[in-house]
């Protein structure tokens, strides 16, 4: 049996591997990594994870960082879950949808959150998350098409549903208004049902 770790800091995207494993039925750990403190720049942890963030999934020692990468091995090493789809365009698909979510529509969050990450001139800052708010909703409006008609992203629940919960969940966290997206909010609803996010979410309460 494999010795597996995660990373995470609650409200941070390491939820959505967090779901994952536990739709898996993995038997893992989870070490928190409370990035509101700066945990992350810890040299402990930085020795371990030079990117000093999360998620950072951790498999008989070796680690593995960045949400696609870490999913597609989690689907890869609990393959009766089903986390990801059999057919090899829709896998492919899978990946497109995850790495759209890390690259397109995760860092419009970020600087909505944390604006001096990008620029030090504090005047800017609401120019900024103007700006992030405004691409973020485009973003979103999109994902939101595709889940018209839909229960989840494919026929079946897959790694793509978790990684959007967290897109969804932060960006009401950050206090946008989500609900004309019926479509995203209905998926949001279904997620939340899940025993797996109940979980992670009452983690992150705690």
């Keep these: ?9 609650p409200g941070a995207c390491s939820m ?4 994952s494993l536990l739709e898996a039925g993995a038997d893992f750990d989870v070490n928190i990594v409370n990035i509101k403190k700066n945990e992350q720049s810890n040299p402990d942890y930085a020795a371990i994870n030079p990117k000093k963030k999360v998620p950072l999934l951790v498999v008989d020692g070796n680690g593995l960082t960045e ?4 999913q597609s091995w989690i689907a890869e090493a609990f393959p009766d879950a089903g986390l990801l789809p059999p057919d090899s365009w829709d896998h492919k698909q899978a990946l497109s949808y995850m790495g759209w979510f890390g690259a397109g529509i995760h ?3 970020t ?8 620029t030090a001139h504090e005047d800017a800052h609401d120019d900024l998350k103007a700006k992030a708010h405004v ?3 485009e973003q979103l409006t999109l994902v939101d098409s595709k889940l018209a008609g839909k229960t989840w992203f494919f026929d ?4 793509c549903d978790s990684y959007f919960f967290w897109i969804y969940d932060r ?27 109940q979980k992670v979410l009452a983690h992150k309460a705690t």
């Design 171 to 197: 960006s009401l966290a950050e206090g946008f208004d989500l609900s004309g997206l019926k479509h995203a909010t209905a998926h949001n609803e279904r997620m939340r049902e899940r025993e797996s996010v």
């Design 135 to 137: 691409m973020l909703m």
């Design 67 to 70: 949400n696609v990468a870490i």
């Design 156 to 159: 079946n629940y897959s790694c």
């Design 1 to 9: 049996m494999k010795k597996i770790t995660l990373y995470h800091s």
């Design 107 to 109: 860092p419009h969050i």
């Design 111 to 118: 600087r909505h959150f944390k604006p001096a990450k990008f």
């Design 16 to 19: 959505a591997p967090y779901i």
